[in-house]
């Protein structure tokens, strides 16, 4: 039969838990360095997209832009040819 051994028992317990917290530390950290990475990726992905709806919206007014220009010179041309 084992004798018992109350210090050595809570020594080997410590140790035993220390390993548990040493391991959940380890996945915390890990966890967390996941949700920043995921965190930037996103971020950047806003940026993109942002940037896409930037240019779309600067594209469409030029042609807006050019549509009018091109109004006003037919309207300048029919204007001359009616003097």
Same mark, same amino acid.
């Given at each position: 039969?084992?004798?018992?051994?109350?210090?050595?028992?809570?020594?080997?317990?410590?140790?035993?838990?220390?390993?548990?917290?040493?391991?959940?530390?380890?996945?915390?950290?890990?966890?967390?360095?996941? @949700?920043?990475?995921?965190?930037? %990726? %996103?971020?950047?992905?806003?940026?993109?997209?942002?940037?896409?709806?930037?240019?779309?919206?600067?594209?469409?007014? @030029?042609?807006?832009?050019?549509?009018?220009?091109?109004?006003?010179?037919?309207?300048?041309?029919?204007?001359?040819? %009616?003097?």
């Amino acid at each position: 039969m084992k004798e018992f051994h109350p210090f050595r028992d809570m020594k080997e317990s410590a140790k035993a838990q220390h390993e548990i917290d040493k391991a959940e530390f380890e996945a915390v950290k890990a966890e967390s360095e996941a @949700n920043r990475e995921e965190a930037k %990726l %996103l971020s950047k992905s806003a940026k993109v997209k942002a940037k896409k709806e930037h240019d779309d919206r600067i594209a469409e007014a @030029n042609a807006r832009t050019a549509a009018a220009k091109e109004r006003i010179d037919a309207a300048k041309k029919a204007k001359e040819e %009616l003097q």
